[in-house]
């Protein structure tokens, strides 16, 4: 009999599994208890279900213990279930204001339904209530029996059911943040979204598995993930398991099976009984099972069936509880099953990881081939995959010559992916057991690798004593040096470099290397030819170039490595031809010599020819290293993708200052939060790069320059551009002296130093025809500007600029060639809106000042007062006093204080340190760089 009421007495919490019924009714209860209302709270367990009135008596005993409580004593006439109703009413109804919160209620037993079922029904209204949480969905057996009387209760008007929904992905971010103090970078917040299909108990289960094993990193308030699949050791008896675990035999192990199996389109079924050894029929059950509780998602593909999981999540989590037989056997199932063509794998990666875990269950050979050949591929790729196939290659070859080789492509994989150690244990494996097995080829690359790991470990001593010759290297002579010259580049002593390689007799072809002047300039240099010539400026003769011709020939000629050791050293002392040489050699390069000619080009700012380079070889940017790509990206103005990449690799641990193109990324990292009205945190890579010694410090000295630039500390920058140019001459290096002679240039022209800046146009210009770089020539052309106002030369280095497809190149040529008397109203609002598709918020607002000098019509004034405003609040965010943010946005103390207090108006605050609170945790947006 139903009982309409305004209030049911019975609420239901719905939700699948991990979806956070229990957190629910705790919040519940907690609220209910904060305002004095008496509460019970009862949690039931599956084989409680099998227990006659079990939740009856649980329930009578807890209420029996409230003050008031009463108990009907009246047995005559009455059955077990209407005694125990009646009293259950009574007991409820002198308990006004009572909750009773009841979790996993779908397990209550028979005999309790009824009789719960009878007292909800004669309750007043003004009696207690009763709060369950049901587990959904609801599958045969005694939680189906609870769901249908609670279905009866709703259609009686007796209950009402609250069903959670799976977190949103701004509330999943909320989480994250919750667990880790730190907002989730979009790219981690979008995975963890995809693998617990914002399920809670998913989403907590991943962040802790990343948190363990050391993949979640926080750099800058954000957290990423710095590895792929988290490693999960969750108990049998999680939550998430709690549909698999309440399911039938063999739901368990045939669950486990589909982890493994489950990309595969075909006859999983077959194959998970072939493996588990059960008839066909039960694993075919099993799984209809499965799908009922919503564990998997049966569907058809191409005619055939496969399965996925609901919560993705639940794979890994799966595959954690495989002992070693039961996943070689499953793996050797699925392989079988591949090779043969009863199943299919849209995956390439699926068959690899089952070679991999499969070992000497399958065909050894044939899993060796394929396993070293997907290792390769996937080197740059996938590192992490690779390194997992290259091991179980190693572990299935016999030869020794063999398995040198495939240790030494892991290796190889080590060193790129950044993981330093074991790519110094790899190294050390070869040089201490595998002598005789290592070609010439071999030794080179080993004892780079070697020497890598030394400078990535951080053993700064060991590469010193490498580079000293102290600790004498093994092996022939050639890759010893070269080993020794790339020492010598880490610790940032290239000239050296190349004058060891010089000397070195056992580089055949070799001839005396030029040396360079003892202030760094180039002696072969001495003429300054025509703009277009530039780019296509003739070679330099020298060992470099001579090994790398030599490298082209199959015998006798130098080792790859040695070879890209050379023609570095000579990039790095601002002659890329012998790299570009090397780049055009026959046959298939290394990923170590695609990603060190990219570099060395991407930081010479020759973009194009490094992105041609890729396209030559068929490869895209994103075969490259993070780092590799982190510098494409910054050159090619997409910026938000190279700062992620930059935090990533930071995160990672993947980027040391070893490598020299590190500091030309902290530099572009610099760049990029110094250009969106960071300085503060533009100085936080560079002061990390020159805690690790990073090769290349004049390129820190150049960020350090910019900001104290902006900062109005002329005086500090000029000493700091002094600074790095004595550090770049002393080395030799040549990347990034451009730059640091056109900031010399220009700030000796702003107090009046005629020779100072016309120094800069001579060395400029000299960098130039060393380099054959149009970027540079861009550098030379600006400096000229800088000297003499030269409106010829600002309109050359716009053109100039032009081919580059280098937009910040652009629009800060742009800007600078107005100076020269160039057209205002059309270089200034171009640069204006190269700037804004940057996110350039700082370099926005300073050319607005220069529009608004030269009468220059400024676009969009709703727009101009938002990114004004953002900009304030970032610097204020920074920590920018007054008269500093006077200094930066060019304007007067007054001016700031207005626009301070209209600031704090709208946004809501009533101080710096809330302004900054808000900027700091999202709340109020800034959009840079976030």
Not at 55 to 60: E, I, M, N, P
Not at 185 to 190: D, G, I, K, Q, V
Not at 356 to 381: Q, Y
Not at 625 to 644: K, S
Request: net charge neutral; proline share 7%.
């Amino acid at each position: 009999m139903s009982r309409p009421t305004q209030s049911p007495p019975v609420t239901v919490i719905a939700g699948p599994a991990g979806i956070g019924r229990t957190t629910a009714l705790d919040r519940l209860r907690a609220a209910a208890g904060e305002q004095g209302a008496p509460t019970v709270g009862l949690r039931l367990a599956q084989p409680e279900s099998g227990l006659p009135f079990h939740l009856s008596y649980r329930l009578a005993s807890e209420l029996s213990a409230l003050p008031g409580s009463t108990v009907d004593h009246s047995r005559a006439g009455r059955t077990p279930v209407e005694r125990q109703a009646a009293a259950l009413a009574a007991t409820l109804a002198a308990q006004p204001g009572l909750t009773v919160f009841l979790d996993d209620a779908q397990w209550i037993d028979e005999g309790s339904l009824a009789v719960l079922d009878r007292a909800v029904r004669v309750l007043p209204e003004s009696a207690a209530r009763l709060v369950c949480a049901v587990r959904t969905p609801v599958v045969a057996g005694p939680a189906a029996a609870a769901r249908a009387l609670l279905d009866r209760l709703r259609a009686d008007g007796l209950a009402r059911v609250v069903t959670l929904r799976p977190l949103s992905t701004v509330e999943t971010d909320g989480v994250v943040a919750e667990l880790v103090r730190a907002r989730p970078h979009p790219s981690y917040s979008r995975y963890l979204h995809q693998v617990s299909r914002g399920v809670p108990a998913a989403l907590r289960a991943a962040v802790e598995g990343h948190r363990r094993s050391g993949t979640l990193r926080v750099v800058e308030h954000r957290a990423h993930l710095a590895g792929a699949e988290p490693a999960l050791d969750l108990p049998e008896g999680d939550d998430l398991f709690a549909p698999i675990r309440a399911l039938p035999a063999p739901a368990w192990p045939v669950a486990k099976a589909v982890a493994v199996l489950y990309p595969l389109d075909g006859p999983v079924p077959d194959l998970a009984a072939t493996a588990l050894d059960l008839p066909p029929e039960r694993v075919a059950q099993a799984l209809a099972d499965l799908v009922e509780a919503r564990v998997l998602r049966a569907r058809r593909t191409g005619g055939q069936p496969s399965w996925r999981f609901v919560i993705p999540l639940l794979a890994p989590a799966l595959r954690a509880h495989l002992g070693p037989f039961e996943r070689r056997s499953l793996a050797r199932a699925a392989v079988d099953a591949l090779w043969t063509g009863a199943a299919r794998c849209p995956d390439r990666a699926y068959l690899a990881d089952r070679l991999a875990e499969a070992g000497r269950f399958v065909d050894s050979g044939r899993a060796r081939h394929e396993l070293v050949t997907h290792g390769a591929s996937a080197a740059v790729a996938d590192g992490p995959a690779a390194v997992r196939w290259l091991s179980a290659a190693a572990e299935l070859t016999p030869e020794r010559g063999e398995r040198a080789r495939v240790v030494l492509a892991r290796a190889t994989t080590h060193a790129l992916r950044g993981d330093f150690p074991a790519a110094l244990r790899d190294a050390r494996l070869l040089l201490q057991e595998h002598p005789a097995d290592l070609t010439p080829d071999g030794w080179a690359q080993a004892l780079q690798v070697y020497v890598t790991g030394l400078r990535g470990t951080g053993d700064v001593a060991a590469v010193e004593r490498v580079a000293a010759g102290t600790d004498r290297l093994p092996g022939p002579a050639a890759p010893a040096a070269a080993a020794r010259a790339a020492a010598l580049s880490m610790l940032d002593c290239p000239l050296e470099a190349e004058r060891l390689l010089a000397g070195a007799a056992p580089l055949p072809g070799t001839v005396p290397l030029p040396r360079a002047a003892p202030d760094g300039a180039f002696p072969d240099a001495a003429g300054f030819p025509d703009v277009a010539a530039f780019p296509d400026a003739a070679a330099f003769p020298d060992a470099a170039a001579r090994a790398a011709g030599a490298a082209a020939e199959a015998a006798g000629g130098v080792p790859e490595a040695v070879a890209v050791v050379a023609a570095t050293t000579t990039a790095l002392l601002g002659r890329p031809q012998p790299l570009r040489t090397l780049a055009d050699r026959p046959g298939e390069p290394s990923p170590w010599l695609v990603a060190t000619q990219v570099r060395a080009l991407a930081m010479l700012g020759d973009a194009g020819p490094a992105e041609r380079l890729l396209s030559d070889r068929g490869l895209t940017a994103a075969r490259l290293p993070e780092l590799d790509q982190a510098l494409l990206a910054f050159r090619h103005g997409r910026w938000d993708e190279a700062l992620d990449l930059a935090r990533l690799g930071l995160a990672a641990g993947t980027f040391t200052g070893y490598q020299p193109g590190y500091a030309a990324l902290c530099h572009a990292a610099a760049v990029i939060q110094l250009g969106r009205g960071r300085p503060a945190r533009a100085r936080a890579p560079l002061a990390a790069a020159r805690a690790g010694r990073a090769a290349l410090p004049h390129l820190l000295d150049l960020a350090e320059a910019e900001i104290d630039l902006v900062l109005g500390a002329a005086d500090a920058a000029a000493a700091r551009v002094t600074a790095g140019l004595a550090g770049a001459a002393a080395s030799g290096a040549v990347p990034g002296t451009e730059e640091l002679w056109l900031l010399h240039a220009e700030l000796a022209a702003a107090r009046g130093d005629r020779d100072g800046a016309g120094r800069g146009v001579v060395e400029t210009g000299r960098l130039a025809a060393a380099t054959g770089s149009a970027y540079t020539a861009v550098h030379h052309l600006l400096a000229r500007v800088a000297a003499d106002r030269d409106p010829a030369a600002g309109a050359e280095a716009v053109q100039l600029a032009r081919r580059l497809d280098q937009p910040f190149l652009l629009a800060r040529t742009l800007h600078r060639a107005v100076a020269a008397g160039g057209d205002a109203g059309r270089l200034l609002g171009e640069a204006y809106e190269l700037y804004g598709a940057l996110d350039a918020g700082l370099h926005r607002c300073w050319v607005r000042n220069l529009m608004r000098a030269h009468d220059v019509p400024v676009p969009g004034r709703a727009e101009t007062v938002v990114e004004n405003e953002r900009l304030l609040a970032t610097l204020v965010a920074e920590g920018a006093s007054n008269r500093e943010l006077a200094t930066v946005l060019r304007t007067s103390e007054k001016s700031v204080e207005g626009r301070l207090s209209r600031l704090f108006a709208r946004a809501g605050c009533r101080s710096r340190v809330e302004l900054a609170t808000a900027v700091l945790t999202g709340e109020y947006g800034t959009g840079w760089g976030s």
